[in-house]
């Protein structure tokens, strides 16, 4: 090729960008669809918290609607239902002493949302500015946005680069392994071996993160320990599909690239309330699943039976993907049905 004129080594490098156009695409298109999930979630209207109140005056009620947040009369037993629940963020009240704010708490955007409104309606009342006392259902006030979207970081990291191995190694298995014995066996045997490693993987991430990072945690270690490693076995899973149906390195690139893309943006990673449709596009992400199960138990305390329907929908795209990975290597002349 060093002979070639000048001409030449031109036409044979346009002609190998039009052979391979999928390529091109992605190089141009890709980062304008990453620049776009960014700035819907982080341009999205600003978050308007949920206020329970009970016993204040017409005059405090129409200060807050004017503050973007929705007010909601309830008493304070069901308050503390809802609250619990999730399904409110902030409770407040008017005592002899002065107001009480009640806050759920996992939310720093909410509770920063909701101290705002409650400080510009005392300023505008011309009321003392702290003239109302703070208590966290879950969390504390020194939580920061580390310890919300640590949980978020904790199961993505988990499932990304426990699908970037395990779809590297059984793409190695599948292409040097003779197959001596079934393919159900070998599928049964590879996913159990790698479990282990899926399992020593969540230990690590998990601990490193509470013991060494003081991300808060106020649940049980093991309940959030069961819920990482769900999402670990996923991915080696979801891996195991990545290899057995791609063909090309550049398939098998794109694939894990696609895959970790829509996990981080449509799972809940970051907070998207807001963008309706991302949240339904999330109802396909198992992550999801994961961030979620792990903010119940680390941030608002509560045991793995109370999230097992998060655990279930991870175990069905497991079964999901296992099943898939069978199907395929029954289609290979190679591999024994």
Avoid at 105 to 126: D, E, F, R, V
Avoid at 273 to 302: H, Q, T
Wanted: proline residues 3%.
């Amino acid at each position: 090729m060093n002979g070639w004129p000048l001409s030449e080594v031109i036409r044979f490098v346009i002609q190998s960008f039009w052979k391979n156009p999928i390529i091109i695409i992605f190089m141009l298109i890709t980062p304008l669809l990453l620049l776009f999930l960014s700035s819907t979630i982080l341009q999205e209207e600003a978050y308007e918290p949920t206020i329970g109140v009970e016993e204040i005056s017409e005059r405090m009620q129409a200060s807050l609607l004017q503050q973007d947040v929705n007010v909601e009369q309830i008493t304070t037993a069901k308050a503390l239902n809802k609250l619990s629940a999730g399904q409110l963020d902030a409770f407040f009240t008017v005592e002899n002493q002065g107001g009480f704010l009640m806050l759920e708490g996992s939310k720093p955007h909410a509770n920063y949302n909701t101290n705002l409104a409650l400080n510009k309606m005392y300023a505008n009342l011309m009321y003392d500015d702290n003239a109302f006392d703070f208590l966290y259902i879950h969390g504390t006030s020194q939580n920061n946005w580390y310890d919300y979207i640590g949980p978020g970081l904790i199961a993505f990291f988990t499932f990304a680069f426990t699908l970037i191995c395990s779809a590297m190694l059984f793409s190695r298995q599948v292409q040097t392994y003779e197959f001596h014995l079934n393919g159900t066996r070998f599928i049964t045997v590879y996913f159990f071996l790698f479990s282990i490693l899926s399992l020593i993987q969540s230990v690590l991430i998990l601990s490193y993160s509470i013991y060494q990072l003081d991300m808060y945690f106020a649940g049980s270690f093991w309940g959030a320990l069961l819920t990482v490693w769900l999402i670990g076995l996923v991915a080696v899973s979801l891996g195991m599909v990545v290899a057995a149906f791609t063909r090309t390195f550049f398939q098998f690139g794109f694939s894990i690239f696609l895959i970790l893309l829509s996990q981080f943006y449509f799972s809940g990673i970051l907070p998207s309330e807001n963008v309706a449709w991302m949240n339904r596009v999330g109802l396909f992400m198992p992550v999801s699943y994961s961030v979620e199960g792990l903010r119940d138990i680390i941030i608002r305390n509560e045991q793995f039976i109370q999230i097992s329907t998060y655990g279930l929908i991870l175990i069905i795209f497991i079964a999901i993907n296992l099943r898939l990975v069978g199907y395929k290597l029954r289609k290979q002349a190679n591999v024994a049905p």
